[in-house]
């Protein structure tokens, strides 16, 4: 049996399924990348929760397909390939339009680094990278120069990218961004969003680094 593919179907439904959910089945896009390079990826304009672990599209390290016969990957491919390009620590990108991490990405602010998780997972505020047409070579550009080292980027008017070492890191990673995300609007609703300070939050990173 194909782990990886049982994963990746197994997390796209999971997301299909979750709060990061928020523009119906199908929408947003998974991918897995495996220990040859090969990357594995949710096929294009496909309920998730429909779908079979063989008709996940797999590609070469060029992002071609390896059997004609599959469907066609999703049209995230360029952003998805473009980071797996530039990052060769992670393992899996997954891209959503959780309701309110994309919110933030349409009034084009980051999200700030106040709460410590936050920080621990993605390693700062959540950065935006601007605006790109889908599929064209830019959007993965920009994706991958805002994401830089961190492991989560919004995307200008358009939705967020949770990266991880592993599906399983990745998703949680797109959770904690949408919670924050959540809490930054209640927080800007009632008061004013205030950032843990820079020496707090390397400290959190140093204590949780020792912990590990
Ligand atoms: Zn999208």
Redesign the pocket.
């Known amino acids: 049996m194909d782990t990886l593919r049982q994963q990746l179907l197994e997390t796209a439904i999971e997301l299909e399924k979750s709060n990061l959910s928020s523009?119906g089945p199908g929408?947003?896009?998974l991918s897995a990348r495996r220990e040859n390079g090969m990357i594995l990826i949710t096929p294009s304009g496909k309920t998730f929760s429909k779908l079979t672990p063989d008709e996940l599209v797999e590609l070469d390290r060029n992002g071609q397909k390896t059997d004609q016969s599959l469907l066609n990957p999703s049209l995230?491919l360029i952003f998805h390939k473009a980071i797996y390009d530039a990052r060769p620590d992670i393992n899996a990108v997954i891209?959503?339009?959780s309701p309110y991490a994309t919110a933030w990405a349409c009034v084009n602010q980051p999200i700030q680094p106040m709460i410590v998780a936050l920080v621990l997972m993605v390693g700062g505020e959540v950065p935006v990278a601007s605006f790109a047409f889908?599929r064209s070579p830019e959007l993965g550009e920009k994706v991958a120069s805002a994401l830089g080292l961190k492991n989560a980027v919004l995307?200008e008017n358009?939705?967020v990218i949770a990266v991880g070492k592993n599906l399983s890191k990745a998703m949680g990673c797109a959770s904690t961004v949408e919670n924050v995300a959540r809490i930054q609007a209640i927080s800007a609703s009632i008061g004013v969003v205030r950032s843990l300070k820079p020496e707090v939050a390397e400290q959190a990173v140093k204590m949780e680094s020792n912990y590990q």
């Open positions: 523009l929408k947003g896009s995230d891209h959503t339009h889908p995307m358009h939705g």
